[in-house]
């Protein structure tokens, strides 16, 4: 079956860098596009960065101000999310996301932040 399994979250100060994982299993993976969306406590769930099967053309929030890189190894069947100059306000769990004819999300796996 379809499985997204993030990695790579944990507790960073402001201005830190962390790189989250997301491997895939169960489908093509070289051929779907593939996302990162967060989501706070209190929120909606927002959308993060997309990148594009075949082209490998990316797409970001304009919160991302080009602080982070989405980026894929389809040998590995893995997609991340190289974070920089992390805020406080990225605070926030965030998930793998395929889309297709059912779409499928991860687990999810939290990043703090913090002071």
């Known amino acids: 079956q379809v499985q997204l399994v993030e990695s790579g979250g944990g507790l960073v100060r402001p201005g830190g860098s962390l790189r989250l994982s997301c491997e895939g299993s169960g489908f093509h993976f070289s051929a779907f596009t593939l996302s990162w969306y967060r989501q706070a406590p209190g929120k909606e769930r927002e959308f993060v960065a997309r990148i594009l099967n075949v082209s490998g053309n990316k797409q970001y929030a304009d919160f991302v101000k080009g602080r982070f890189t989405i980026s894929r190894d389809d040998a590995k069947n893995t997609v991340y999310l190289q974070m920089n100059n992390l805020q406080p306000e990225d605070t926030a769990m965030y998930y793998c996301?395929?889309?297709?004819?059912?779409?499928?999300w991860g687990q999810g796996t939290q990043v703090t932040v913090s002071s």
């Open positions: 996301f395929r889309p297709g004819r059912r779409d499928f």
